[in-house]
């Protein structure tokens, strides 16, 4: 190329950029936008939760298609990173218009998740970030946006309405005490006078959730401190299991009695495996964030060396409740009233396996009780 070619070549170079400086500047020519239009939940299994999409883009410049656009899309809750995704070489027309992006939430950060949220009073800050990447002519932008919104779940207050299905008077099956000089057919009467709900101690692996009964006593003699049997479903997943004989009191002796005509307030400790939280979770997402939850309570104690329970006759209360969000479904979130009834429940070992194997033990807890429910006779 001679020289006057080279410098006709240089000339023209500058006058496009010049040009195209000027369309930038008047406002013809522009970066792309875009921003996040909707999210959705896709497939879902045991081990993946999928999450839909939906960016605008917008792109100023008027008959000019750009083909070589990337997008990121981040998703957080309380911090915690769950999804994340990117789009190279999108192609979008001028004006207006949208594309889809596929991630996959993080299995493995989803118990992170449920430590924030229970210690944040069951509260959780969703942010959705979009990230648009694009060189147009000599201009090149990275704008973003972030989509911020609030998601509360009531598994706590839950918890504590099914407990108060429990509250009042309870007379409990008639039991035959034995001292050796006489015996006596007695039915204690049992009375919840108060019950709460409330979490406890959080981390990575389990969840405490502590359950408080305070238990008076009306009759005229001392009582065994009555035991806990329970159990939680979400969607037809256990997420809490319990048996009398492994359910801790919180600061109480599990030894002690209730006096008479005295109350005392226990606090069950229950533990939630986390990891069975997340199997709910992926059970909520995909009957699209409906949860069909179930709670069933039992208390029992020993009496003249017989098992006998709240409710009477073996029974436990069970209440049965909806709970919905609205993360990425458009809908009413909240929770139902529950449904209360009873249903038969088996009678639970008060004892732990190695104490019911043990030698006779209980014979001396039979004469124990006796002692306390028939004390004039001594």
């Known amino acids: 190329m001679t020289g006057t070619g080279t410098k006709v070549t240089l000339a023209l170079v500058v006058c496009l950029a010049t040009a195209l400086g000027g369309l930038f500047a008047a406002g013809v020519l522009g970066v792309p936008d875009a921003g996040l239009e909707d999210n959705a939940w896709g497939e879902v299994d045991d081990e993946r939760i999928e999450v839909l999409t939906t960016v605008w883009i917008d792109n100023p410049n008027p008959g000019i298609e750009l083909d070589d656009l990337t997008l990121e899309y981040a998703l957080a809750m309380n911090g915690v990173d769950l999804a994340e995704g990117t789009a190279a070489d999108v192609a979008v027309p001028a004006g207006n218009s949208t594309t889809e992006l596929r991630t996959d939430l993080r299995y493995e950060r989803l118990p992170d998740w449920w430590v924030s949220h229970v210690r944040n009073d069951e509260a959780s800050t969703l942010e959705a970030d979009v990230t648009v990447h694009a060189d147009v002519g000599p201009v090149s ?8 919104d609030g998601i509360e779940t009531d598994l706590e207050p839950m918890v504590a309405a ?24 007695v039915e204690p009467t049992v009375e919840i006078r108060d019950t709460d709900a409330a979490w406890g101690t ?22 065994a401190t009555p035991s806990l049997t329970g159990e939680m479903e979400f969607n037809d997943r256990v997420v809490g299991d319990w048996q009398a004989h492994e359910v801790e009191l919180l600061d109480a ?8 005509r005295s109350s005392r307030e226990l606090t069950f400790v229950v533990e939630l495996d986390n990891d069975d939280v997340v199997d709910w979770f992926a059970t909520h997402v995909d ?10 309570a039992q208390l029992a104690l020993s009496v003249g060396g017989e098992t006998v329970t709240i409710p009477e006759d073996g029974d436990a209360i069970r209440c049965d409740y909806e709970m919905t969000t609205a993360i990425f479904v458009e809908q009413d979130a909240g929770l139902s009233e529950g449904e209360c009834t009873l249903v038969p429940w088996a009678t639970p070992n008060l004892e732990a396996p190695d104490d019911a194997a043990g030698d006779g033990d209980s014979d001396g807890d039979e004469s124990l ?3 306390l429910l028939l004390p004039s006779s001594r």
């Open 369 to 371: 009780l006796d002692d």
């Open 162 to 185: 099914a407990l108060a299905e429990q509250e009042g008077e309870h007379s409990l099956s008639p039991v035959e005490t034995d001292d050796g000089i006489q015996r006596e057919l």
């Open 253 to 260: 002796d599990r030894d002690a009695t209730i006096p008479p």
């Open 141 to 148: 932008g990275s704008p973003s946006h972030t989509y911020e």
């Open 287 to 296: 009957a699209g964030e409906v949860t069909d939850a179930e709670f069933r």
């Open 202 to 223: 959080v981390d990575a692996e389990t969840t405490e959730l502590h359950l408080t009964y305070e238990v008076y006593n009306p009759n005229a003699y001392p009582l």
